[in-house]
């Protein structure tokens, strides 16, 4: 079980949108940054927002994050099929000294 | 271009070592922490280890502390990781990855990964 916590499955219909969910606690969230991936098995896993929402050059802006207290979120709008993949957020913790990665969140596009 | 290429998995039996490579190419490899993150079959990310640019500072995750050694060579800008002692459960592809100076612990590039089963 991680200690960052993700719903394991999230879904919508192509030009929908969909929020995906990220909690975790003060030695993490509360303290540190937020960073999510996208992960298509087989491939290596991709950086979609860094630093809670800001995006690397290459994403587009329809995919955001925020980050409030100890939660954080991935927003997708206008979903494409192609957006269908694994989405983790990951974060920092001073008490395990450790990156931590969330369980993940299973995204299919209807 | 950035470059991270994973090699030396493999098939190894429980109790046995195991070293991986990853050579880089395309970036300044001495400013960058390096990170070892692996995925287990049909589970999640998982990290395993980290050091920082000054080839001193590491960090480990608590299932491999003590088991597992990175190290790199900022001369041949390669990073390793030595898996001593394996157990079925360190099954995974694993990943190398690069953290920018101030990203907040961000993975902006990564390999393709090396396969590693342990197995009798």
């Known amino acids: 079980q991680s200690v960052l916590t993700q719903p394991p499955s999230a879904s919508g219909t192509p030009g929908q949108g969909v929020t995906i969910s990220c909690s975790g606690g003060s030695s993490n969230i509360g303290t540190y940054t937020v960073n999510w991936y996208q992960h298509i098995p087989g491939t290596a896993p991709k950086l979609l927002i860094y630093?809670?929402?800001l995006r690397p050059s290459g994403v587009p802006d329809r995919i955001s994050g925020s980050k409030s207290g100890t939660s954080a979120s991935l927003a997708i709008s206008g979903l494409h099929s192609e957006d269908e993949a694994d989405y983790y957020c990951?974060?920092?913790?001073?008490?395990?000294?450790?990156?931590?990665f969330g369980g993940g969140t299973r995204l299919t596009v209807l | 271009q950035v470059q991270l290429v994973e090699s030396g998995g493999g098939v190894v039996q429980p109790g046995r070592s195991l070293r991986l490579s990853c050579a880089t190419s395309?970036?300044?490899?001495?400013?960058?922490?390096l990170h070892w993150v692996r995925q287990a079959p049909n589970k999640g990310l998982e990290w395993v280890a980290m050091?920082?640019?000054?080839?001193?500072?590491?960090f480990y995750a608590d299932s491999v502390k003590g088991r597992f050694t990175v190290a790199r060579d900022n001369s041949k800008s390669t990073l390793s990781l030595q898996m001593n002692n394996l157990r079925a459960e360190d099954t995974a592809m694993y990943y190398c990855?690069?953290?920018?100076?101030?990203?907040?612990?961000?993975?902006?590039?990564w390999g393709q990964g090396a396969l590693v089963t342990v197995s009798s």
């Open positions: 990951s974060s920092w913790d001073d008490s395990l000294n450790a990156v931590l």
């Open positions: 990855t690069r953290d920018p100076h101030g990203s907040g612990w961000a993975f902006d590039f």
């Open positions: 050091i920082w640019s000054d080839g001193i500072t590491k």
């Open positions: 630093l809670d929402n």
């Open positions: 395309g970036f300044n490899f001495r400013p960058y922490a």
